[in-house]
């Protein structure tokens, strides 16, 4: 690690001004990333996947912290032959993929077990965190950033105002824990929000049984008129929450996970 280059040094050489239309912010502090890289557990075993590895700074401390391969999933061709560059310290446990991870499976680069560790773009950040829950197979637990109006969501209670449909997919199938916040500060250049590093490690089984499609419909259903009661929110899809043993008069922040299920498996 020690003759590794300073990753503004990397910045320069590899011209890696930051683009706002890839959201690239970076994180240049290494005991930030270092941190990050602890969050995420033992590294040892299996495969780590980083996405939007930038000019490697978490990267670095992934491999710092033992693990034993690294796949790092970069679109910016700049930052991949930065990362590129880096592979050749760590011969045999750092791969690059360069490709849009909206468009890629996790499950097509990378062997189960693995996990994710990422600093994502805020601009996919969800969709691809929904991509993911989709399919949780061999998936040991997802370490990622969010803007921390996210994270807040992931995280929510019934009967708050931060519970939504982010709360309910998400804690349906993982157990969702905040770890620690960033400022806008601690990145080149700074967002316009402060950001949260979640750990997201999958239920050996879903709280309740209920299809994913369906518990999108009626999550999107719900909190697309969060102010009416079940009984007009839900008749869009026509759905009576009486049927499913739910009050009709109630609203959607006050069900809990296990309700949206058994809505889910009435649909």
């Known amino acids: 690690m020690t003759d590794l280059p300073p990753l503004r040094d990397v910045i320069r050489h590899y011209e890696l001004s930051a683009r706002k239309s890839l959201g690239q912010n970076f994180l240049l502090d290494l005991n930030l990333t270092d941190r990050i890289a602890r969050a995420a557990g033992d590294l040892a075993e299996g495969t780590v996947v980083e996405i939007g590895p930038g000019p490697g700074g978490l990267t670095r401390a992934l491999l710092k912290n033992g693990a034993k391969s690294v796949i790092a999933v970069e679109r910016d061709p700049r930052a991949a032959d930065a990362i590129r560059d880096l592979a050749t310290h760590f011969p045999g446990r750092l791969s690059v993929i360069e490709a849009d991870a909206l468009k890629l499976s996790l499950h097509d680069i990378a062997t189960p077990p693995f996990k994710v560790v990422a600093n994502l773009p805020y601009n996919i950040a969800t969709p691809l965190m929904i991509k993911w829950l989709r399919n949780l197979e061999g998936i040991q637990g ?123 498996r009435l649909l």
């Open 142 to 264: 997802l370490t990622l950033m969010f803007q921390r109006e996210v994270a807040d969501r992931l995280a929510a209670s019934p009967r708050t105002k931060a519970y939504g449909r982010l709360s309910v997919i998400t804690q349906w199938l993982c157990e969702v824990r905040p770890v620690f916040n960033l400022p806008k500060d601690a990145f080149t250049p700074p967002p316009k929000v402060m950001s949260t590093v979640v750990n997201l490690t999958p239920h050996s089984e879903p709280l309740a049984e209920a299809d994913f499609g369906n518990m999108e419909k009626i999550t999107q259903a719900a909190f697309g008129q969060r102010r009416k009661m079940l009984r007009a929110s839900l008749k869009t899809i026509g759905l009576d929450p009486a049927a499913a043993g739910i009050d009709p008069t109630r609203r959607a922040e006050e069900l809990s996970i296990e309700e949206f299920c058994a809505l889910a």
